[in-house]
């Protein structure tokens, strides 16, 4: 295996999208061409299916040097309420593109650390969203909360308006690794975190942990996953730190790249902690995310209904998400497209009623058919060309890249198809690669995605 993690280990997408963010024809985007094909997916989704909704609220008071995510770091509190105010009037600028009041599927709080903003404007928040809209009968909210300042009173006014699930960042539970990430986070919030959500009602309370960070040792994944076992979250993620200092800036300096495991490291991090994970009772759900038989992940798997996007995997799919905040990510299935990312513009852009949107793709008919493919190898890790409408002509020249993954037993392919082996779904992105044709055939100058393994 050793030597498969040093062939396979090179820089590739997490596929959360295809084509993939470096790869959108911007040339070719407007904003026009957003709107109509959202409008077309609207149409054609918002009875059967209701949207999803992702809304980023950017502000930390503190600075965590792991962290890939848009954010903007301070203490000064009143830059709550003229958010909230602007996400609103974003909300409302979509209410006027579409035909019919939206039904509601999902809605996720992401960050930045969403608890930075106090119980009664989150509130005000959600009640702003939901007051122009219908909620779908099995609707589902969820937010990421930070252990260290996620109050009860943070749980019972989101839990009031209808959230039942929260994400704890949990990372690692060695202090040494704490201290390099700047993330200071003893067990006992975490402990009372998740007990407090429990207490209230939450049905699904994740952890997320993180493997390959710098200082990082076997003994403290081991350490970890033993102190997870005592709180025994839903559903956890669990997958490697993306190191891309190049793109984030400073914020990913805060170590030495020699502070960082080996890649060999990193997948033995990843292989004990999957195994000590099975001990205890959760299943592996698709890459990185694990769940106990109870929750409504594992049931998504079992009934093939996982789904994956911007916000990582869902229960359920919905054809259309909106993201509102500065640079979400909105998903027709047609087309997306990303918010402006600094606050500024994003306020100026919605003084002057323009949806704050700065670039994005509109897939073609190639794009659409390889996005089927890449979602149903990080879902189900197989995929099919059975079919005349899943079939491109470029299959011949993907199955010759995939023949010597085959070889090394990653993977079997048969006539119209192709299915990972239990040894090969740590590689999925490698094997989402061969079928990336934008990626094959514009090879980037310089690195634009964290390593593989």
Request: aromatic share 12%.
């Amino acid at each position: 295996m050793c030597n498969l993690v040093s062939k396979y280990n090179i820089a590739g997408p997490r596929y959360t999208s295809y084509p993939t963010v470096p790869y959108w024809n911007n040339d070719t985007f407007s904003l026009k061409l957003w709107k109509s094909s959202l409008i077309q997916s609207f149409n054609e989704s918002n009875f059967t299916e209701g949207i999803s909704l992702y809304i980023h609220l950017p502000y930390c008071e503190s600075l965590c040097t792991f962290c890939g995510c848009n954010k903007r770091i301070t203490k000064r509190h009143e830059v709550e309420s003229p958010y909230i105010d602007a996400v609103l009037k974003e909300w409302s600028l979509y209410l006027d593109l579409l035909d019919e009041k939206p039904i509601i599927k999902e809605l996720h709080l992401g960050g930045g650390t969403p608890t930075f903003f106090s119980p009664e404007h989150l509130k005000r928040l959600i009640k702003g969203i939901t007051r122009h809209s219908s909620l779908a009968e099995d609707y589902e909210f969820s937010f990421e909360g930070h252990p260290n300042n996620t109050t009860r009173e943070h749980l019972q006014a989101l839990y009031d308006v209808g959230f039942r699930r929260v994400s704890y960042g949990v990372q690692d539970y060695n202090l040494t690794v704490q201290k390099a990430i700047h993330r200071i986070q003893p067990f006992e919030n975490v402990k009372k975190a998740t007990e407090t959500a429990r207490e209230i009602g939450y049905t699904s309370v994740s952890h997320d942990i993180i493997f390959g960070l710098p200082f990082q040792t076997l003994e403290h994944i081991e350490h970890t996953i033993l102190k997870t076992k005592e709180l025994l979250p839903d559903r956890l993620a669990f997958y490697s730190y993306a190191h891309v200092p190049w793109i984030k800036g400073n914020g990913q300096r805060g170590f030495k790249e020699s502070d960082l495991p080996s890649p060999t490291l990193k997948h033995d991090q990843y292989e004990l902690g999957k195994k000590l994970l099975s001990e205890v009772g959760y299943y592996e759900i698709g890459m990185d995310h694990f769940a106990l038989s109870t929750d409504s992940l594992y049931q998504a798997m079992k009934n093939n209904t996982l789904h994956r996007n911007f916000m990582g995997y869902t229960v359920s799919k919905t054809q259309a998400m909106i993201g509102l905040g500065v640079s979400s990510i909105s998903d027709s299935w047609y087309g997306f497209a990303q918010n402006v990312k600094r606050i500024e513009e994003y306020y100026h852009l919605l003084n002057e009623n323009i949806l704050p949107v700065y670039r994005g793709h509109i897939l073609n008919e190639e794009d659409l058919i390889i996005r089927k493919h890449i979602l149903n190898l990080m879902c189900n890790f197989k995929t099919s060309w059975s079919k005349d409408y899943l079939y491109i002509k470029e299959l011949p020249e993907i199955l010759i890249k995939l023949k010597e993954m085959e070889a090394d037993g990653l993977l079997f392919i048969d006539s119209n198809a192709i299915e990972l082996t239990k040894k090969g779904q740590p590689f999925v992105r490698n094997v989402c690669m061969a079928f990336d044709m934008l990626l094959q055939r514009k090879k980037p100058d310089t690195q634009l995605f964290s390593m593989t393994i």
